[in-house]
Every structure is written in structure tokens, then in C-alpha cells.
């Protein structure tokens, strides 16, 4: 069970680049440790938050195991967690 972050490689807003947070066991999991981070609840994506490159440094050091973008996604893909954009799941 682990809290996964891939680089912050993402052009987003604000000019920043942005990495995604996924958990490969479960939703509470992943949004426990998004609120060690201050991720507002509008980060959230249906399987992943997009967390901005101003955090990922502390991710990292709160426990966040740091992956490449195709590590990340068979991970969750994986761990059954994963959403295709039609469906919808509750934040918790």
C-alpha cells in the first residue's frame, strides 16, 4: 500500500507544472495523505489529485513513494482504482 507522486510534468494553471497523487489500495488512503498536504477537495479527479509543483517536494518527505507518469498509472490501473472520465465515484 503506498501513496504514489509522478514528477511534476504537466503544464497547468497559474504557470506552474503539476504532477498527480494516486493511492494503488484505496480512496481513503489517498485522501487521508491529501490532507496532510492542504490539497483542497477541488484537487481531487476522480482517482487522483492534481497537486501542483509547489508540494511535491513535501509529499515526497511526508511519504509520497515519487514514480514515473507510466508507473504511476499501471499502478493504479492495477489496484482496480483507476475511473474512466464517464464514471463517477464520491470523494470518500
Known amino acids: 500500500m503506498a501513496v504514489l507522486i509522478d514528477r511534476p510534468n504537466w503544464p497547468g ?35 487522483h489529485y492534481d497537486v501542483p509543483e509547489t508540494v511535491y517536494d513535501r509529499a515526497v518527505l511526508l511519504g509520497a513513494e515519487p514514480v514515473g507518469s507510466q508507473e504511476l498509472v499501471r499502478r493504479l490501473r492495477a489496484s482496480g482504482l483507476r475511473l474512466p472520465k464517464t464514471r463517477n465515484r464520491s470523494t470518500l
Open 13 to 47: 494553471p497559474r504557470g506552474l507544472l503539476w504532477s498527480h497523487l494516486v493511492s494503488d489500495s484505496s480512496l481513503r488512503e489517498l485522501h487521508e495523505f491529501a490532507r496532510l498536504l492542504d490539497m483542497p477537495e477541488r484537487a481531487f479527479d476522480r482517482d
